[in-house]
């Protein structure tokens, strides 16, 4: 009785190779620029955050410093009020950065709205160093500031089939 009982039922077929198994069209993977940009925000944002706050503490203790009778108030309220537009300009870059790393739509658009608009104002800039003397040093940071504007730009308009499926 050495005989090999053949069994009943046959195995499953298998999958092709390449097909995938089970549950294989989970979420898709953010894309690593969309990542890039969203830091480069954030870190650009706190930054312009802490120059904004020192503007507002510096204006206020150059303005007691100085007293009303030698222009402080004057010299105060200017620079709150740059203080205060960096701030703004801070919080726009930070709810962009964050906002798209967490695939959000607004969050998307409020970052491709910044880099465009700093990247405007970079090539005003830029053309208006060229007016008044060129500067090496100033040549070189105005071009990298719209090389990474330009490329959050691009990144941001590019992923929209990412952030579509968020």
Not at 129 to 152: D, E, H, K
Request: glycine share 20%.
């Amino acid at each position: 009785m050495d005989q090999q009982q053949q069994p009943q039922w046959s195995p499953p077929p298998q999958q092709p190779t390449g097909w995938g198994g089970p549950g294989g069209m989970g979420p898709m993977a953010r894309p690593t620029g969309v990542t890039l940009v969203s830091i480069f925000l954030i870190v650009i944002g706190v930054l312009m955050l802490l120059v904004g706050v020192l503007a507002l503490a510096g204006g206020a203790l150059l303005g007691n410093a100085l007293g009303d009778i030698n222009g402080g108030g004057l010299l105060a309220g200017v620079a709150a009020f740059f203080g205060v537009i960096v701030i703004f300009w801070a919080i726009l870059h930070l709810m962009g950065g964050i906002g798209s790393l967490q695939g959000k739509g607004w969050g998307r658009w409020t970052g491709i709205v910044v880099a465009v608009i700093t990247l405007v104002f970079g090539v005003l800039g830029l053309l208006g160093s060229f007016s008044g003397g060129l500067n090496g040093s100033s040549l070189v940071y105005q071009l990298v500031v719209i090389a990474l504007y330009g490329a959050t730009a691009y990144v941001l308009i590019k992923s929209s089939a990412w952030f579509a499926r968020r």
